[in-house]
Protein backbone atom coordinates (compact mmCIF):
# COMPACT_ATOMS: atom_id res chain seq x y z
CA UNK A 1 0.00 0.00 0.00
CA UNK A 2 1.05 3.42 -0.94
CA UNK A 3 1.97 6.05 1.70
CA UNK A 4 -0.95 8.92 1.59
CA UNK A 5 1.85 11.20 0.95
CA UNK A 6 2.48 9.28 -2.55
CA UNK A 7 -0.92 9.41 -3.18
CA UNK A 8 -1.17 13.27 -2.81
CA UNK A 9 2.09 14.17 -4.81
CA UNK A 10 0.43 12.40 -7.99
CA UNK A 11 -3.08 13.75 -7.86
CA UNK A 12 -2.37 17.13 -6.71
CA UNK A 13 -1.74 20.45 -8.53
CA UNK A 14 2.37 21.76 -7.94
CA UNK A 15 2.39 23.67 -4.97
CA UNK A 16 -0.10 21.67 -3.33
CA UNK A 17 1.79 18.40 -2.60
CA UNK A 18 2.69 19.80 1.75
CA UNK A 19 -1.14 19.90 2.24
CA UNK A 20 -1.81 17.17 5.01
CA UNK A 21 -4.59 14.92 4.17
CA UNK A 22 -7.00 16.12 6.75
CA UNK A 23 -6.79 19.64 5.26
CA UNK A 24 -7.28 18.80 1.85
CA UNK A 25 -11.01 16.76 3.08
CA UNK A 26 -11.66 19.52 4.87
CA UNK A 27 -11.68 21.76 1.74
CA UNK A 28 -13.16 19.02 0.41
CA UNK A 29 -16.00 18.97 2.50
CA UNK A 30 -16.48 23.30 2.62
CA UNK A 31 -16.36 22.98 -1.48
CA UNK A 32 -19.75 20.31 -1.33
CA UNK A 33 -21.20 22.83 1.48
CA UNK A 34 -20.66 25.57 -0.49
CA UNK A 35 -21.93 23.95 -3.84
CA UNK A 36 -25.41 22.99 -1.85
CA UNK A 37 -25.76 26.28 -0.39
CA UNK A 38 -25.62 27.85 -3.32
CA UNK A 39 -28.26 25.31 -5.09
CA UNK A 40 -30.37 26.75 -2.04
CA UNK A 41 -29.62 30.29 -2.14
CA UNK A 42 -28.24 30.11 1.20
CA UNK A 43 -24.67 31.70 0.21
CA UNK A 44 -25.01 34.75 1.31
CA UNK A 45 -25.91 33.50 4.78
CA UNK A 46 -23.21 30.68 5.51
CA UNK A 47 -20.46 32.74 6.06
CA UNK A 48 -22.43 34.56 9.03
CA UNK A 49 -23.29 31.40 10.22
CA UNK A 50 -20.12 30.38 10.74
CA UNK A 51 -18.74 32.79 12.05
CA UNK A 52 -21.77 33.10 14.67
CA UNK A 53 -22.51 36.78 13.31
CA UNK A 54 -25.71 37.69 14.25
CA UNK A 55 -27.84 37.77 11.01
CA UNK A 56 -29.74 41.32 10.62
CA UNK A 57 -33.58 41.17 10.67
CA UNK A 58 -35.30 43.28 7.43
CA UNK A 59 -38.54 42.92 9.22
CA UNK A 60 -39.99 46.08 10.86
CA UNK A 61 -43.30 44.83 11.65
CA UNK A 62 -45.80 42.38 11.25
CA UNK A 63 -49.34 43.22 11.20
CA UNK A 64 -52.29 41.14 10.16
CA UNK A 65 -50.36 38.40 8.72
CA UNK A 66 -48.04 40.19 6.63
CA UNK A 67 -44.26 42.16 7.11
CA UNK A 68 -42.90 44.96 6.02
CA UNK A 69 -39.29 45.50 4.90
CA UNK A 70 -37.03 47.76 5.86
CA UNK A 71 -36.40 48.76 2.52
CA UNK A 72 -40.19 49.56 1.87
CA UNK A 73 -40.35 51.24 4.95
CA UNK A 74 -37.17 53.32 3.86
CA UNK A 75 -39.10 53.87 0.72
CA UNK A 76 -42.17 55.61 2.11
CA UNK A 77 -40.29 57.80 4.38
CA UNK A 78 -37.95 59.29 1.31
CA UNK A 79 -40.96 59.54 -0.60
CA UNK A 80 -42.66 62.10 2.26
CA UNK A 81 -39.76 63.34 3.06
CA UNK A 82 -39.45 64.31 -0.80
CA UNK A 83 -42.45 66.52 -0.45
CA UNK A 84 -41.00 68.92 2.39
CA UNK A 85 -39.61 72.24 1.19
CA UNK A 86 -35.91 73.12 3.10
CA UNK A 87 -34.55 69.40 3.06
CA UNK A 88 -31.78 68.96 1.03
CA UNK A 89 -31.20 65.18 1.87
CA UNK A 90 -30.73 62.49 4.68
CA UNK A 91 -27.55 61.98 5.60
CA UNK A 92 -25.32 59.13 4.61
CA UNK A 93 -23.12 57.64 6.56
CA UNK A 94 -20.58 54.47 6.55
CA UNK A 95 -23.38 52.26 7.65
CA UNK A 96 -26.27 53.16 5.53
CA UNK A 97 -28.64 55.90 5.34
CA UNK A 98 -29.45 58.41 8.33
CA UNK A 99 -32.97 56.13 8.28
CA UNK A 100 -33.56 54.41 11.78
CA UNK A 101 -37.39 52.35 11.91
CA UNK A 102 -38.10 50.37 14.93
CA UNK A 103 -40.79 48.16 16.26
CA UNK A 104 -42.11 49.30 19.80
CA UNK A 105 -45.35 48.20 21.76
CA UNK A 106 -46.54 52.01 21.43
CA UNK A 107 -46.26 52.01 17.59
CA UNK A 108 -42.86 52.54 15.34
CA UNK A 109 -39.96 54.58 16.48
CA UNK A 110 -38.74 56.46 13.76
CA UNK A 111 -35.10 58.59 13.63
CA UNK A 112 -33.85 60.78 10.83
CA UNK A 113 -30.50 62.26 9.89
CA UNK A 114 -30.84 65.43 7.68
CA UNK A 115 -29.69 67.85 5.67
CA UNK A 116 -31.56 71.15 5.08
CA UNK A 117 -31.03 73.53 2.87
CA UNK A 118 -29.31 76.95 4.20
CA UNK A 119 -32.11 79.62 5.12
CA UNK A 120 -34.35 77.24 5.75
CA UNK A 121 -36.32 77.79 9.18
CA UNK A 122 -35.15 74.52 11.10
CA UNK A 123 -38.75 74.16 13.48
CA UNK A 124 -40.67 74.66 10.54
CA UNK A 125 -38.95 71.84 8.31
CA UNK A 126 -38.58 69.84 11.00
CA UNK A 127 -42.56 69.88 12.23
CA UNK A 128 -43.42 69.70 8.67
CA UNK A 129 -41.26 66.75 8.02
CA UNK A 130 -42.92 65.13 11.36
CA UNK A 131 -46.38 65.49 10.11
CA UNK A 132 -45.39 64.48 6.41
CA UNK A 133 -43.77 61.08 7.40
CA UNK A 134 -46.21 59.98 10.15
CA UNK A 135 -49.03 60.85 7.71
CA UNK A 136 -47.49 58.86 5.09
CA UNK A 137 -46.62 55.80 7.46
CA UNK A 138 -50.23 55.60 9.39
CA UNK A 139 -52.12 55.72 6.10
CA UNK A 140 -49.85 53.00 4.18
CA UNK A 141 -49.82 51.04 6.26
CA UNK A 142 -52.26 51.73 9.35
CA UNK A 143 -49.84 51.70 11.88
CA UNK A 144 -49.36 54.05 14.73
CA UNK A 145 -45.95 56.24 14.63
CA UNK A 146 -45.17 56.20 18.99
CA UNK A 147 -41.64 58.50 18.86
CA UNK A 148 -40.12 60.22 15.97
CA UNK A 149 -36.60 62.08 16.17
CA UNK A 150 -35.47 64.21 13.44
CA UNK A 151 -31.61 65.36 13.70
CA UNK A 152 -30.26 67.93 11.50
CA UNK A 153 -26.94 66.90 10.72
CA UNK A 154 -25.86 69.83 8.28
CA UNK A 155 -26.76 72.60 6.26
CA UNK A 156 -26.18 72.62 2.49
CA UNK A 157 -26.28 75.52 0.10
CA UNK A 158 -28.92 75.43 -2.57
CA UNK A 159 -27.43 75.17 -6.22
Known amino acids: ME???SVLDKSLPLGMEKIGVEAIK???RRSERLKWLSKTGLTRNYERSEKKIPRRENVVMEVK????DKKVMSGLIKKAIGQVEGIHSIK???FGEGIKVKKAEE???ISLDLLIREGG?????VEETQKKVTEEIEKTLGTK???FDIKIRGI????
Open 145 to 147: VAK
Open 3 to 5: EPS
Open 26 to 28: ERT
Open 65 to 68: GYEV
Open 92 to 94: RSL
Open 107 to 109: GLT
Open 121 to 125: FVPQI
Open 156 to 159: RSSP
